[in-house]
């Protein structure tokens, strides 16, 4: 059952919450990052990349997805600051823009298995 027997609200609990909950942009940039994650193709991307930088072609390889997708992937996840980009002469290097997405990897690796076993 997930509905309340008694409509009594505990207006200091909510209070409390509504002060640490993040604003709107905050929510809505959020949301965006775990679409971005909700992508098998894209996952693959990122959970190679905490391997350390690779380019484009070996993302591609790794990923199983084609050189066109493995890029449109990555420009994705660059503007939503996900991954970074360092360009060597026509090659470019993609890697994990912070540790904070290294971190949200590991995690919702770890739920996973946790939950498979």
């Known amino acids: 059952m997930d509905a309340c027997e008694a409509r009594i609200?505990?207006?200091?609990?909510?209070?409390?919450?509504?002060?640490?909950?993040?604003?709107?942009?905050?929510?809505?940039?959020?949301?965006e990052v775990?679409?971005?994650?909700?992508?098998?193709?894209?996952?693959?991307?990122?959970?190679?990349?905490?391997?350390?930088?690779?380019?484009?072609?070996?993302?591609?390889v790794v990923s199983g997805l084609s050189e066109s997708a493995t890029s449109h992937a990555l420009r994705l996840l660059r503007a939503h600051r996900v991954v970074s980009v360092r360009r060597a002469g026509r090659?470019?290097?993609?890697?994990?823009d912070d540790a904070h997405v290294r971190m949200l990897l590991d995690l919702a690796v770890a739920h996973t298995e946790h939950v498979r076993d």
């Open 91 to 96: 090659m470019a290097y993609y890697s994990l």
């Open 9 to 31: 609200v505990d207006a200091e609990r909510v209070a409390a919450v509504r002060v640490r909950m993040p604003g709107d942009s905050d929510l809505k940039d959020t949301a």
């Open 34 to 60: 775990f679409g971005l994650l909700s992508d098998p193709g894209r996952l693959r991307l990122l959970l190679a990349l905490v391997e350390g930088e690779l380019c484009v072609c070996d993302l591609a």
